[in-house]
């Protein structure tokens, strides 16, 4: 071991030139390998959950849906949305109360029995399916393409949309408690340590390690689960 100590002292300048040149691959590594999504898929095959996603999308070729919520929009609006909204790569169906009523009838028309169930405080909703799994990155985009079509008027719901919602918080937020919590390590290996470089040293280590390790997986395989504490 004092052997191994010596020869890495005596070469330190190349062992950390080729350490900062692994780190080109790591970055590639980390943009190749692809986030997955979707933690439905490490689930049990029993679970009720995956047991109805597989239902929809092999019975119903439903792969994922959304809810399109329209607030104060007339149907010849809803008729104009729901045309852009079919246009859609990913799109299967688009469907709201305009496809049953139509243009040519008015609101007000409509029992109030019947307008109670698909008004309320003057909203409406509008069902969009799509062709691909939940968490799918095409499924995704086009969800995203959805709140660029959609107004301020419309609101967008489903499980999709709530990935996005969890995945973009989580993204915005993790830069500020990396830096947290490099702050307080620094402290606190600043107060138990006798060296001042020490700290600096080992927590940029620390951090090629996780570098290393997170461009590694595209070597082990395609796609890692995303999780909030990533």
Avoid at 144 to 173: F, N, W
């Amino acid at each position: 071991m004092h052997k191994f100590g010596k020869t890495i002292c005596r070469y330190r300048k190349i062992i950390l030139v080729i350490a900062l040149l692994l780190l080109i691959p790591s970055i590639i590594g980390i943009k190749a390998t692809r986030i997955n999504y979707d933690i439905l898929v490490y689930l049990p095959e029993d679970v009720e959950t995956i047991q109805g996603e597989k239902i929809l999308s092999e019975e119903f070729n439903m792969g994922a849906f959304s809810i399109v919520i329209l607030d104060d929009m007339k149907t010849k609006d809803v008729v104009k949305l729901e045309e852009k909204i079919k246009k859609l790569d990913n799109v299967d169906k688009a469907v709201s109360i305009a496809d049953v009523i139509g243009t040519g009838i008015p609101i007000e028309m409509i029992p109030d029995n019947v307008k109670d169930k698909i008004y309320k405080d003057n909203e409406t909703v509008m069902l969009v399916t799509f062709k691909e799994q939940i968490s799918s990155d095409s499924t995704m985009q086009t969800v995203q393409k959805l709140r660029q079509i959609t107004d301020e008027h419309c609101k967008i719901s489903g499980m999709t949309a709530t990935v996005l919602d969890t995945r973009d918080l989580s993204d915005s937020e993790i830069a500020i408690y990396v830096i947290i919590a490099v702050i307080l390590c620094l402290i606190i290996l600043e107060i138990a340590l006798d060296s001042y470089i020490a700290p600096i040293l080992l927590l940029v280590n620390i951090g090629i390690a996780i570098l290393y390790n997170m461009g590694s997986n595209i070597l082990l395989r395609r796609n890692i689960i995303y999780h909030k504490s990533n």
